[in-house]
């Protein structure tokens, strides 16, 4: 230890020796480098943790692999009861505008939450299409009673096997495709307000 | 006497077991013994979704029993390991990789430890150089106000 210059100050007395003047601006640099790091980190976590309150950054969000990429091949069985047409990669070619595929479950608590942004859209006229996730047909039947239905198509995905080739890792998630029938845009979570206003209109402006 | 039992258990678990593993049932696990230890060190590289800090083959979430049988029904089907870990990576990208692969993105992550190495051993080097360079600068004759100040304070100790 005894070599190496300490950073305490001594009062009045003026540093001996030869390495006075650039040793001062080292020391004073030294001392401020922990600072430095300190603020940059706290600086840091703030932004993070302003972004988890505004929902811009979620820790556990993870990009998708489709995007840029065509739906993968499938066709999913109908829900008989829901009067709705079958589901195909088929019916993602050629759109007249955007679409969102939503996948979601009866058992989904947060897709009750995102059920009226989904509802408001398809008044407006946005072709919102279902892949109805590990779930019994009547369940899927009941909640689509209860809470309206807002899907212009309807497939049911009961092993889950679809849901893995689209890479969804846990209802609800929901996909924008242009026109093109090509993946925009994945939001893994409930379609909420803020998320409808701040990521899917302008999505579907710009992709109209 | 619970409480001992149940530490007894959590210590003895990955003693024997060499690791949790929840691939219990045997409707799950592959015929051919070879195959399934294949299948198991496939699904060990491959990032449980949900819970996001395990391997599928350890985790109890839905995703991932739907994940450990495709591996197993591929592996069966006479899929190598690699084709295998990209049917997965290409549906689920790189995070489902619990070794990611070196990209762009990915270079800080992997080039964190040398790094740190290399940092540490410049402050090595740099502290050696400096202990060696020192000697040299004697330090400057005591004042004549510190001389003083330090035969008082030997006047004092000897006391």
Known sequence: MSDIPDTTPKAGTPEPGPASAPGLGRRRALMLAPLGLAVAGGAGFYAMLRGMGTGTYDPRGVPSALVGRAAPPFALPPLEAAGLPAFANTDLTALPGPVLVNFWASWCVPCIIEHPQLMQLSREGVKVLGINYKDKPADAATFLTRHGNPFARLGRD?????????????VPETYLLDRGGIIRWRWAGPVTPEVLEQDIRPLLKRHA | MRRLALTLCLLAGPILGGGALAVGLPSEMLRDPAQEQRARDIGHELRCMVCQNQSIEESEADLARDLRRIVRERVAAGESNAQVVAYVHDRYGDFVLLRPPFTLATAALWGA???????GLAAIFLLLHRRRALPAAAPAPLTPAEQARLAALEDDSAR
Request: proline share 10%; no cysteine; charged share 15%.
């Open chain 1, 158 to 170: 009961e092993p889950g096997r679809v849901a893995i080739d689209w890479g969804v890792y846990g």
């Open chain 2, 113 to 119: 430890p040398f790094i740190a190495l290399g940092g």
